[in-house]
């Protein structure tokens, strides 16, 4: 082993992508990465004009008057929600067919005309959202649920104002104020899912600061965020969150980018590098030049792209609509149709409409109007709760199909930081604890991770760090300065090597630990080596995996050693070590091509391809920009539990709804002809009530069904 860890050029050698930047692979990852943010440029400045005006559905860049409006929209659903459920409480009551049903009477003087008043204000004031937009379906020649709803609520008005004007029949009020009422709530539901899920979304923006530092004539000067233009330079000081992307123009300090991109390890910034806004300023003072503010920095364009995301329905949504479709044509062609036949028969026509209407009214299911959206409400608000935030419906339900995951290594299956694995001494006069304690009165000075990782064991010791002078950077080779007197060295094999210093064979496992060397007084005293740990979640996901019948592999860019134990350990079924970035999309062509479909997981730029080509991305880490592009399922915690969770519950929310949907239109399937009279020579015939209780214990069903949906994710 003959790399120095303190050394920045070897070290990016070893840790590949996920530590530093100059190696070929991540010079490569930039220039990907740099194509995509022009990419997101792109996509902001032709989507934002479309965003800023879409319909309710829509969902504008957060802080905007989009937003705002959605949030309106739901408050207006809401109000009249509640407003059509409290009259539509006297409406069932003074129905007579609900108090046969329930065997009361009650008598109250023109009822029916009540019941008139309370439903004309419910149909105009509770079912205008589906009027408008029966109006809109039909405008557009593409009609769907509100196009099922409008003609349902409409007719039955229309019926049975007649009925009240003098047509012989029996009312449909408390039917109408039913439906209209549950369909209300049902998408007053899903569109608070729908904000449910930009909430995830909304704890990023409070990532960033209020205010900033800006340097302006020599000074420094508080300003709001808001206030900040592009080529402003702005003061960050140590501990302090970086107010807006730019770049460093003076300073050196490590950053901790985790929230944002999913590195777990602070990364080193200096002249010349690039930050991103939101950021966490370690130890250095930096001066940075603002490249973008407000809706083009970068993550106001992770929240935008998640958002536009989330307007896309998946197929099983889509295939509810198409359902609505046609029982929208069903519905027309069997009421007129039933009307027609019944009159030809030489009923009288009151019996005639009444079959009609009992068809038009039934065949408009409140269950089908809840089947999908309750699914999607539980299951992107469960989905939430847990971290994960679905991007694409079609390939969250899709992870049922999945035979094939592929998980990167570093940051996912393990930690990402390198953590103390053995402390050795080789002085009898010095044990482990002296030894650590000399070594962080050197380390206390550098942010390294390897002096971090030395730092975490000494403070879980508890041992008081001593202090020190003379610190001073061997590059290359390690860290040196005075403790307590005693010349104290931390460095590398290269140091060793260099001036030819003996120390005994370590016993560290070449290739996958990484070794420091602890000189006092110019002789080697002991070594300590660090290794990526494996996360403890890692081992139950394999198994979970493994049990559902899921193959699972290891890609990454480490060596050959790195990757077989940490495949050894977890007992994965296979492993692909010193994977090139633009290798991993070929891996995974390969893979589809033999027939497999492969969910991918990444946690960087260098995996944008793969999780592109895969037939599910899985983005771990809060969402680098890459993430935000590419995958189709962001994981807030880098934790490989949640892949499997997230696997299994995207199977169970689509067995939800195609149960859903198969009640939801198999009802329509009985109901519809024995409302119709197809059975009444029989003596079988829906009559309205029956086909309201049937309507009604649908909804119940399904809505229940749904609920059962949150005891699927562990």
């Not at 949030?71 to 409480?89: E, H, N, P, T, Y």
């Not at 196009?147 to 409409?154: E, F, K, R, S």
């Not at 068809?359 to 847990?386: E, F, K, Q, R």
């Not at 309205?688 to 909804?699: E, I, N």
Request: net charge negative; aromatic share 6%; proline share 3%.
């Amino acid at each position: 082993m003959n790399l120095d860890p303190h050394s920045n050029q070897n070290n990016r050698q070893r840790h590949h992508h996920h530590s530093h930047h100059g190696t070929p692979q991540r010079q490569e990852a930039m220039q990907q990465k740099d194509q995509i943010t022009e990419r997101l440029e792109e996509k902001t400045l032709h989507g934002h004009e479309h965003a800023m005006h879409e319909d309710t559905t829509g969902h504008p860049p957060h802080g905007e008057h989009g937003h705002d409006h959605h949030r309106m929209m739901i408050a207006d659903f809401r109000k009249r929600f509640w407003i059509s459920l409290v009259l539509s409480i006297p409406v069932i009551l003074l129905s007579h067919m609900v108090q046969n049903i329930l065997g009361y009477s009650l008598q109250v003087p023109y009822s029916l005309h009540i019941s008139f008043i309370l439903s004309s204000i419910i149909f105009f004031y509770g079912g205008w959202p589906f009027l408008t937009g029966l109006a809109e379906e039909v405008k557009k020649s593409s009609p769907g649920m509100m196009t099922l709803i409008g003609v349902a609520i409409t007719v039955a008005y229309l019926y049975s104002t007649a009925i009240v004007f003098g047509l012989e029949g029996m009312d449909f009020f408390w039917e109408l104020a039913t439906l209209i009422v549950i369909m209300l709530l049902g998408h007053w539901i899903e569109m608070r899912s729908v904000l449910g899920a930009s909430k995830a979304l909304e704890l990023l923006v409070s990532m960033m600061p209020a205010d900033a530092m800006l340097i302006r004539d020599g000074e420094t000067v508080q300003v709001r965020i808001e206030e900040l233009q592009k080529g402003d330079l702005i003061l960050v000081k140590p501990g302090e969150k970086v107010p807006a992307d730019g770049v460093v123009e003076d300073g050196e300090s490590y950053l901790n980018e985790s929230m944002l991109t999913g590195e777990s390890k602070p990364v080193k910034k200096n002249n010349n590098a690039k930050v991103i806004g939101g950021s966490i300023n370690g130890n250095g003072a930096l001066r940075v030049r603002v490249e973008y503010t407000g809706k083009e920095s970068y993550l106001n364009k992770v929240i935008k792209l998640v958002q536009d995301a989330q307007k896309t329905k998946s197929e099983t949504q889509r295939l509810a609509d198409r359902a609505a479709k046609w029982l929208t044509y069903i519905a027309l062609f069997a009421g007129f149709g039933t009307l027609a036949v019944w009159l030809l028969l030489g009923q009288e026509f009151a019996f005639a409409l009444e079959r009609m209407v009992t068809v038009m009214v039934i065949s408009c299911p409140h269950a089908l109007g809840l089947a999908v959206p309750l699914v999607v409400a539980i299951s992107t608000a469960v989905s939430a709760n847990n971290g994960l935030l679905i991007r694409n419906r079609t390939a969250f339900e899709n992870s049922r199909l999945i035979t094939t995951i592929i998980f990167d290594k570093t940051g996912t299956l393990t930690q990402g930081s390198h953590e103390i694995a053995s402390v050795v001494t080789f002085d009898k006069g010095m044990d482990e604890r002296e030894m650590l304690r000399l070594a962080a009165g050197v380390e206390q000075n550098s942010e390294h991770f390897i002096s971090q990782s030395i730092l975490r064991r000494v403070k879980e010791e508890g041992i008081a760090v001593p202090s020190s002078q003379s610190f001073n950077y061997l590059p290359g080779k390690g860290l040196e300065g005075t403790v307590e007197g005693k010349d104290v060295k931390v460095v590398g094999p290269n140091y060793i090597k260099e001036f030819n210093i003996e120390v005994p064979t370590s016993e560290a496992e070449e290739g996958v630990e990484t070794v420091v060397y602890v000189l006092a007084e110019g002789q080697p005293v002991g070594y300590i080596t660090m290794r990526d740990q494996i996360r403890e979640e890692s081992a139950g996901a394999i198994r979970v995996l493994k049990e559902n019948g899921i193959k699972n592999l290891l890609l990454t860019g480490d060596n050959e050693r790195v990757a077989k134990s940490v495949s050894d350990q977890l007992q994965m079924d296979g492993y692909l070590a010193n994977v090139l970035p633009h290798q991993k999309q070929e891996k995974v062509k390969e893979l589809q091509a033999k027939g497999e479909f492969v969910a991918m997981t990444g946690d960087g730029v260098n995996d944008a391809p793969a999780l592109a080509q895969a037939d599910v991305g899985i983005a771990v880490g809060s969402g680098t920009d890459v993430a935000a592009e590419t995958a189709d399922i962001i994981l807030v915690n880098s934790n490989p539990q949640d892949i499997a969770s997230l696997i299994l519950f995207g199977k169970a929310t689509y067995r939800k709804m195609i149960q859903n949907l198969i009640w939801a239109t198999g009802y329509n399937v009985v109901a519809l002809p024995l409302a119709a009279g197809v059975l009444y020579s029989q003596g079988i015939m829906v009559s309205p009530a029956v086909g309201a209780a049937l309507m009604s214990l649908s909804t119940v069903i399904v809505a229940v069904n749904a609920q059962l949906l949150r005891r699927q994710i562990k």
